[in-house]
């Protein structure tokens, strides 16, 4: 496609409801990235991925949650149970290589509200 | 590890006039890359500006300049005759050579006035 895609746009959820949210990269990008963004914060990273492994899980908070990547192209976070302190923008960005300071294109991310 | 502090939260600048945004950086790295992107409302970073380490020279992107200095560990973003266009959130954004991790800094909100 001709950028970063993510749905849903915004997700509201109860307490302890179970989320996806989704990422389609640039077509041919190898690498892709989940960052989350909470109001007054920075981007915190969360995972990346080249092709379909992720070699770097170490940003996820807690076993809730978890994410895939198939076909070396979508790619799905998945945050069980939520909880209040999960609501934030979610942002996808992916790029040609990941390394050697090439440019991340972002989404324009999923806002999750927990109540 | 690596860390990036942009200290100002918010900043204001006059229309047409100049702002110039602060980070600075933590690392043990010689080479490495960094960043500024652009956050406007509508949520997608967009990269302003890039600029390699090894390379002297100070990047320019039309009315956007950085001033990095090395030694300090500092990589300031000048924006020239400022639009209204310009308020955003702006990051500044490092990365290691050879590794894929981007590390952001908290942001600087920027207003622009009419």
């Known amino acids: 496609g001709a950028g970063v895609s993510q749905s849903p746009s915004n997700k509201v959820t109860e307490k302890g409801k179970d989320v996806e949210l989704r990422c389609d990269p640039i077509s041919g990008h190898t690498a892709l990235y989940w960052y989350r963004q909470s109001l007054g914060q920075g981007l915190e990273f969360l995972i990346y991925f080249q092709g379909n492994s992720a070699p770097d899980k170490s940003g996820l908070p807690s076993d809730r949650f978890s994410a895939e990547r198939t076909g070396g192209s979508v790619s799905t976070l998945t945050i069980q149970r939520t909880q209040q302190e999960d609501s934030a923008v979610y942002l996808c960005a992916s790029s040609l290589r990941g390394r050697g300071g090439t440019e991340a294109f972002f989404g324009q991310g999923t806002r999750l509200t927990v109540v | 590890a690596q860390t990036v502090t942009q200290s100002q939260p918010e900043m204001s600048v006059q229309e047409a006039e100049t702002v110039t945004l602060s980070c600075t950086y933590d690392?043990?790295?010689?080479?490495?890359?960094l960043f500024w992107y652009k956050q406007p409302p509508s949520r997608q970073m967009i990269l302003v500006i890039r600029?390699?380490?090894?390379?002297?020279q100070n990047a320019t992107e039309n009315r956007f300049s950085v001033n990095f200095q090395k030694a300090a560990k500092s990589f300031s973003l000048k924006i020239s005759d400022s639009q209204l266009g310009d308020a955003a959130m702006y990051f500044c954004?490092?990365?290691?050579?050879?590794?894929?991790?981007?590390?952001f800094g908290t942001g600087t909100r920027l207003k622009v006035l009419a």
């Open positions: 690392t043990s790295e010689s080479d490495y890359y």
């Open positions: 954004a490092y990365q290691a050579s050879g590794t894929y991790k981007y590390i």
């Open positions: 600029q390699e380490a090894y390379k002297q």
